[in-house]
């Protein structure tokens, strides 16, 4: 049970990291009008926040299922936590920020926000509600008609592939950011300005298409978004009613 149990934690970080990318880019159609990238890697269609938070919302809410209030309070709070460490992390390690809710109301340090918190409550009663339980029996249920060690495989190579993803784009990333510093001359809070040993193996192309949203931090601690520096590169696939 234990086995089976480690098995479903990972195909759970692989279906919610996919799910939370499309959740985003929907959302990004009906707010922005645009089609653009809401991935976390710079290949797959993964957006691995979603992945992170779904298992931690799952191991910690599971047992208040069909219980919507304490769901949704205790949904809050957990998702409100991971998104500000999600943010707070990602800039100490990557010094670039995905999202600044500085101008929203009651927002944490830019990191999180009233609006989202909320959404979060929301999103963990449909989780644990809904969601989980039918990825549940469809889990249930390829585990008992398709071979365990095929399964078990295909699980294996996916996180393989994530993991070197993750690192691949890890490295671009930083490339890029040095590369963007020195081209446009700005500066760019924790990056040493180092040899560039990656040069434009990552064109400024490919990481404004992959990372659309991209914001550093300049010496005064104030939030620069690269699309507005980089204003000579299209950071969408399309543009709808516009183009």
């Known amino acids: 049970m234990k086995t089976k149990f480690i098995w479903k934690i990972l195909i759970y970080f692989i279906v919610y990291s996919i799910i939370g990318f499309l959740i985003e880019t929907v959302y990004a159609i009906f707010t922005k ?11 797959g269609p993964f957006c691995i926040v979603y992945g ?15 219980r919507n209030i304490p769901l949704f309070l205790y949904g809050m709070v957990v998702g409100g936590i991971i998104e500000y460490f999600s943010s707070y992390i990602t800039e100490v390690i990557l010094h670039v920020k995905w999202w600044d809710y500085s101008n929203e109301f009651l927002n944490i340090n830019g990191r999180t926000c009233l609006y989202y918190i909320l959404m979060w409550g929301f999103l963990s009663i449909l989780l644990i509600n809904h969601v989980n339980p039918f990825l549940n029996n469809v889990i249930d249920k390829i ?21 070197f993803d993750g690192l691949i784009s890890c490295f671009a990333l930083d490339s890029f950011l040095i590369r963007v510093a020195d081209e446009y001359n700005i500066t760019i809070k924790g990056i040493d300005y ?50």
């Open 194 to 243: 180092k040899e560039n040993t990656l040069g434009k193996l990552f064109s400024n192309e490919k990481m404004m298409m992959t990372y659309p949203n991209i914001i550093v931090v300049n010496e005064k601690d104030e939030p620069v978004y690269l699309e507005t520096v980089l204003k000579d590169v299209k950071n969408y696939y399309y543009k709808f009613g516009k183009e």
């Open 143 to 163: 585990f008992e008609k398709l071979p365990i060690k095929a399964l078990k495989a295909c699980i294996i190579s996916l996180i393989i592939f994530m993991f």
């Open 33 to 43: 009008g645009m089609l653009e990238s809401r991935q976390s890697f710079l290949y």
């Open 52 to 66: 992170i938070a779904a298992i931690c919302l799952i191991l910690s809410l599971s047992k208040y299922k069909n």
